[in-house]
């Protein structure tokens, strides 16, 4: 036993001896090398605070950008939702709309006039309620740039809600023979209606883009 303790004790001092002949040499080396390298001179320093200070520009820059992409399509987002109802109806005006003229293509008795009126009420229930909800967008708008967006979608709106007063609304001919003669002039007109609800559709795209 008293062997195999000798063994061990000679091998830890020979290991603390390889390891302070390391440190020593380390140590050395170390001091040598402090006093060889020449400090750095005034311009490396200068260089090398202009190298840190363009480094952490670019850096923040990123975060910055970073930062002011995530704000500009949060707000995208937010003007999207609080315009969603408004295109909710504008959708379902030019549904409406293509029912209107399928139904004045197909009518083969005066009974179907009911539902093609019926139709043309829905369309201008729709329209009206796209530009209540714009109203309501316009009044709590946070820019002055964005009260001129709506309002220019409410006026494309309000010529669409004349149009159909003015041009279809009670100019259903009554159901004949000649029906199809008849009804060509309505169906040109909702054509054109269609277009203004697709310019406001456009407008409302371009609103939240």
């Known amino acids: ?31 040598i090398k402090f006093f060889l390298v020449t400090p750095p001179t005034k311009e490396e320093k200068e260089a090398k605070r202009l190298e840190d200070e363009e480094r952490g520009k670019k850096f923040w820059g990123g975060v910055k950008e970073k930062v002011d992409k995530s704000k500009k399509e949060q707000e995208k987002q937010e003007k999207k939702d609080k315009i969603s109802p408004a295109k909710k109806h504008l959708v379902k005006a030019q549904e409406t709309s293509e029912y209107i003229m399928e139904s004045l293509r197909r009518a083969s008795q005066k009974s179907d006039l009911k539902k093609i009126n019926e139709g043309i009420e829905d369309f201008e229930h729709h ?83």
């Not at 195999?4 to 001091?31: E, H, K, N, P, Q």
């Not at 001919?173 to 310019?199: C, M, Q, S």
């Open 127 to 209: 329209l009206h309620k796209a530009w209540k909800f714009l109203r309501v967008l316009r009044r709590n708008a946070s820019s002055n740039e964005d009260k001129d967006h709506i309002h220019h979608i409410m006026e494309g709106i309000e010529v669409a809600k004349d149009h159909v007063l003015k041009e279809i609304k009670g100019k259903i001919p009554d159901y004949d023979a000649d029906w199809a003669t008849k009804v060509g002039p309505v169906l040109t007109e909702i054509g054109k209606l269609r277009a203004h609800v697709h310019n406001a559709w456009d407008q409302m795209m371009k609103y939240h883009a």
């Open 1 to 31: 036993m008293a062997g195999i303790s000798d063994i061990v004790g000679r091998t830890v001092v020979d290991f603390i001896d390889g390891a302070m002949v390391i440190l020593t040499i380390m140590i050395i080396w170390y001091c």
